[in-house]
């Protein structure tokens, strides 16, 4: 079974730039989640989608983070524009539905200068 | 709200050591526990879980049991191996599923 996909593995722009990150989920996995995970912290869950609609965004700063699941299938996560403590591991995960086990992708290791 | 506190690392072992990384929570009613492993380059892994007091989670020889009493989900393994070395962090699920995680423990065990 393939596992989560993300795209690129890793990033480097310079600040007030803008970024995308693309995610595929498990095959068949209703449940879609973003986290953040900068240096020397645990993950932080920006935002989760079920199939194509969101369930929670309340952490996701919103005024320069945007993520999108149009058919409820892979996702994108936009920054624009980008500021130095973005700084981080975007990590992807996929769960059968909410509440049941997360599988987590590679992440995309973001570096903002 | 839900929040994990986890052993600051980094921690470093010879190999076949013990391990043990404490972890405790707060939360409010009755969530489910996790320990996921991080190996250099990839992704988060499910480690092991339990999902109610008094569960014991194991995998690879690796055990936590779920104490209610001191709201602790301590982390062992009685042999460790070079290849255990990662990051572990320690999880916690309440009543909205959502994961809240401890800010990671580093391992490296050396040969």
């Known amino acids: 079974e393939a596992g989560v996909a993300q795209s690129p593995r890793y990033k480097i722009i310079e600040k007030r730039q803008s970024v995308a990150f693309w995610c595929n989920p498990i095959s068949g996995h209703a449940t879609l989640y973003w986290y953040q995970q900068i240096l020397g912290q645990g993950p932080k869950l920006l935002i989760q989608?079920?199939?194509?609609?969101?369930?929670?965004d309340s952490q996701l700063p919103k005024d320069r983070f945007s993520a999108e699941r149009l058919k409820g299938v892979d996702s994108t996560l936009k920054i624009q524009p980008a500021k130095l403590e973005d700084s981080a591991v975007y990590l992807c995960a996929s769960s059968l539905k909410s509440g049941s086990g997360q599988f987590f992708g590679p992440g995309t290791r973001l570096t903002v200068l | 709200g839900n929040s994990v506190t986890q052993m600051e690392g980094p921690v470093t072992l010879s190999e076949e050591a013990f391990l043990t990384i404490n972890c405790t929570y707060t939360?409010?009613?009755?969530?489910?526990l996790f320990w996921y492993v991080q190996y250099p380059g990839e992704g988060l892994q499910l480690l092991l879980k339990a999902t109610k007091a008094d569960d014991k989670g194991s995998n690879k020889g690796f055990e936590a049991t779920y104490r209610k009493e001191t709201t602790s989900f301590h982390l062992e393994k009685g042999s460790v191996q070079v290849s255990d070395s990662a990051v572990y962090f320690c999880?916690?699920?309440?009543?909205?599923?959502?994961?809240?995680f401890g800010a990671g423990t580093t391992v490296t065990v050396r040969a």
């Open positions: 999880a916690l699920s309440g009543g909205d599923y959502k994961l809240s």
């Open positions: 989608f079920q199939n194509n609609g969101v369930v929670d």
């Open positions: 939360a409010t009613g009755y969530p489910s």
